[in-house]
């Protein structure tokens, strides 16, 4: 099946070491979003990508970095993770004739820890 | 973006009708209203989304007044597996306003 998948689905890291996330797609959609989700809170936008094109919400700390090397991969770099960024880290895609509808696909998510 | 406000909790029983209203007064011309489902550990699923008048799939109705400024969330005869929270978002996607989730509504279905 078409689907968005992310990995690891759980990740624990140290305080200050980088981590990486990984989202794939198999839908061949051209956005791809990120999104951080803490407990008992909504999911909030980090940034996405439209194609190529890089969008950053202006509240994203500079700690978070993203790369979308192809139309179905897309990293989420946490540069210097703090005790703060413990969360759910969610991926999703959206295609361009759903975009006016909200209709986004997301995967399973990556909970990250920080020690 | 329209912000939506709806219900933060709401307790149901196995066999009924759950209802979730959604209050949007800000509604722009070109918004949708998108409904979406996210169990426990999950990312959300999108449910059933529409523009006015009312909408229903295999999984929920969509029913929306004329003045599009809330819109209700219907699902028939819950099961235990409904529990979940249910998200309401309201914009035009496509205009560059991004999907900006308002609080949920946590839906408990008790045997």
């Known amino acids: 099946d078409a689907m968005v998948i992310q990995n690891p689905r759980y990740q624990v890291t140290q305080f200050g070491k980088p981590v990486t996330l990984s989202c794939s797609q198999t839908l061949n959609h051209n956005v791809m979003y990120w999104y951080q989700q803490k407990s008992s809170q909504a999911p909030k936008l980090l940034f996405h990508?439209?194609?190529?094109?890089?969008?950053n919400e202006a509240d994203t700390p500079d700690n978070f970095q993203s790369r979308r090397p192809n139309t179905s991969f897309c990293f989420l770099d946490i540069r210097s993770p703090g005790l703060g960024d413990a969360a759910m880290y969610l991926c999703?895609?959206?295609?361009?004739?759903?975009?006016?509808?909200?209709?986004?696909?997301f995967g399973a998510g990556t909970r990250l820890s920080v020690l | 973006l329209a912000k939506t406000t709806q219900p933060i909790s709401m307790d149901s029983y196995e066999g009924q009708e759950v209802n979730i209203t959604c209050s949007h007064n800000n509604i722009a011309t070109n918004d949708y209203i998108t409904w979406y489902q996210q169990f426990p550990s999950q990312g959300p699923r999108f449910i059933i989304q529409?523009?006015?008048t009312k909408v229903t799939n295999e999984v929920a109705s969509l029913f929306i007044p004329a003045d599009r400024k809330s819109s209700t969330l219907s699902l028939p005869r819950v099961s235990l597996s409904d529990t979940a929270v249910y998200y309401c978002l309201v914009g035009d996607g496509a205009a560059g306003n991004k999907l900006t989730f308002g609080g949920g509504t946590r839906v408990l279905v008790k045997p």
């Open positions: 529409g523009y006015k």
């Open positions: 990508y439209y194609d190529k094109d890089f969008n």
């Open positions: 999703a895609t959206s295609k361009v004739a759903e975009l006016a509808k909200n209709i986004q696909y």
